[in-house]
């Protein structure tokens, strides 16, 4: 079956410009999940959903970041006001459940370079 | 806080020879250990979990509660064993709980 698609595979924006990056988990997975991997950084938490709600929201790095889920499946992670800070590769995951966050099953990414 | 230390940024061993990736962890309950590895031009992909206690493509790993330890290690490393290793960590309550916690990774490179 498919696994998990991001979309794009590539951004490049300019510097205060918004982007919205989007995931499409694989199918029946009821927990997604945002990370960040930045140059030389490990894999840093952003966020999770359990269906359509995110009940911490702590690891986003600031108020310019902002995630969503409608009907328990795509989610769309926005950046207002990009920085150069926020060049990185976000990683979108799924799992079956929340109950197994270890089992995570990865997309691709989204390179994101703002100039 | 959690957290998950891999002391090696980079590893480079000769094809054959053993191989050990270390992982330290920080939590004060009861985590679960997990490898992700990412082959070049490849996604993410878990490769083992400690709760298994199995063994992938010759690699194995054992938690190690006392040393805060989850080091993952093969006998004899082969070529296409190289590529970019990941311990992360899964709390098991608390906000924590659904996140995993990732080191920065060690990048194995296997000599021919």
């Known amino acids: 079956g498919a696994g998990v698609s991001q979309s794009p595979s590539n951004k490049v924006t300019e510097k205060g410009k918004d982007v919205e990056l989007r995931c499409d988990p694989i199918s029946g997975h009821t927990a997604l999940y945002w990370y960040r991997q930045s140059l030389g950084q490990g894999l840093e938490f952003l966020i999770y959903f359990q269906g359509n709600s995110a009940p911490d929201k702590s690891g986003l790095p600031s108020d310019r970041f902002s995630a969503e889920r409608t009907g328990g499946s795509v989610s769309t992670l926005t950046i207002q006001r990009t920085q150069q800070e926020d060049s990185a590769v976000y990683l979108c995951a799924s799992s079956l459940a929340l109950a197994s966050p270890g089992e995570q099953y990865f997309g691709p990414g989204t390179r994101l370079t703002v100039t | 806080a959690q957290r998950v230390t891999q002391p090696e940024k980079l590893l480079s061993v000769f094809k054959g020879a053993p191989v050990e990736l270390k992982c330290n962890y920080s939590y004060s309950g009861s985590p679960e250990l997990f490898w992700y590895v990412q082959y070049s031009r490849q996604r993410l992909q878990l490769l083992l979990r400690?709760?298994s206690r199995e063994s992938i493509k010759g690699f194995t790993a054992d938690l190690n509660k006392g040393e805060t330890s989850f080091h993952l290690k093969k006998p004899f490393a082969q070529e296409e064993d190289s590529a970019m290793y990941y311990c992360a960590l899964s709390g098991n309550s608390g906000a924590g709980s659904y996140q995993l916690t990732f080191g920065k990774g060690t990048k194995l490179s296997v000599i021919p």
């Open positions: 400690h709760i």
